[in-house]
């Protein structure tokens, strides 16, 4: 089964950013490769996920413009950089083999303060 180990995340203030990264013993780690977040009391959601075969990337509405998904094949990496960041993004982030987290690693917490 394939390990994933996230880091990156930390404290930052309301406008910073962050780059997360998923280090994978195999990679891709899946067709389609996940970022996902869980804040304080909430179910798992997607934030943006990417086509391992052609690169193709998708993101949630309200990290559009802010966030992106890119990956390196030789470092077995995926990446999740954030920028602009808001109040709203704090909360646990995984890297996953689906948005409700199967495979997910250990996390990485992100907070952002006002």
């Known amino acids: 089964q394939v390990q994933l180990v996230e880091s990156g995340g930390g404290l930052v203030h309301t406008g910073g950013s962050l780059r997360l990264a998923c280090a994978a013993s195999?990679?891709?780690?899946?067709?389609?490769m996940y970022w996902i977040r869980q804040a304080p009391g909430k179910d798992f959601e997607w934030v943006s996920f990417?086509?391992?075969?052609?690169?193709?990337?998708y993101y949630k509405d309200s990290v559009k413009g802010r966030f992106t998904i890119s990956k390196d094949d030789a470092k077995k990496t995926l990446y999740l950089q954030m920028n602009m960041m808001k109040p709203e993004d704090t909360a646990l982030y995984y890297c996953?083999?689906?948005?409700?987290?199967?495979?997910r690693g250990q996390g990485t917490q992100v907070i952002v303060s006002p």
């Open positions: 996953a083999s689906s948005s409700d987290g199967l495979g």
């Open positions: 195999r990679f891709p780690f899946n067709r389609w």
């Open positions: 990417m086509n391992s075969d052609d690169g193709t990337t």
